[in-house]
């Protein structure tokens, strides 16, 4: 990014309750107040979509290849359950993978709660976005 350039992000929920209006969701309003908080930027899109590899997949690259958004944060799907499958379409998304991001924010997670290793999240990149998934809870 160029000084003084604004980035554009994305902020994508993956639950099905959420999505079928069962619960309201409240980690993407936190990631929000996070990103414009603490880093002083504005969050241009947000959605929910359920648990299903080709709705995660196509909002992905929708994201990415349409609206070219900077950083995408994805919350949910990252568990054990078997309809946790954000980690796998976003690997079908992503060109570059980021390790270095995972094993951070792991470690970072772990002071906090040993729960954190049961989470399977991935970071990598597509063209020039990056996307970062993060546990819902």
Not at 25 to 36: F, H, K, M, Y
Not at 56 to 69: G, M, Q, S, V, Y
Request: hydrophobic letters at 40%; charged letters at 25%.
């Amino acid at each position: 990014m160029k000084p003084g350039v604004r980035m554009r992000i994305g902020i994508l929920t993956i639950s099905d309750r959420a999505s079928q209006g069962v619960y309201e969701d409240q980690s993407g309003p936190a990631l929000r107040e996070v990103i414009e908080k603490h880093f002083g930027e504005d969050v241009d899109l947000t959605h929910i979509v359920p648990d299903d590899f080709v709705e995660i997949k196509r909002a992905l690259l929708k994201w990415c290849d349409e609206a070219h958004l900077d950083l995408i944060l994805t919350t949910g799907g990252t568990g054990f359950t078997p309809r946790d499958v954000t980690p796998e379409a976003t690997r079908q998304v992503i060109e570059r993978e980021a390790p270095g991001l995972v094993h951070a924010m792991i470690a970072a997670s772990l002071q906090k709660t040993p729960h954190a290793m049961l989470s399977r999240m991935v970071a990598g990149i597509r063209g020039h976005t990056l996307i970062v998934n993060l546990p819902g809870s």
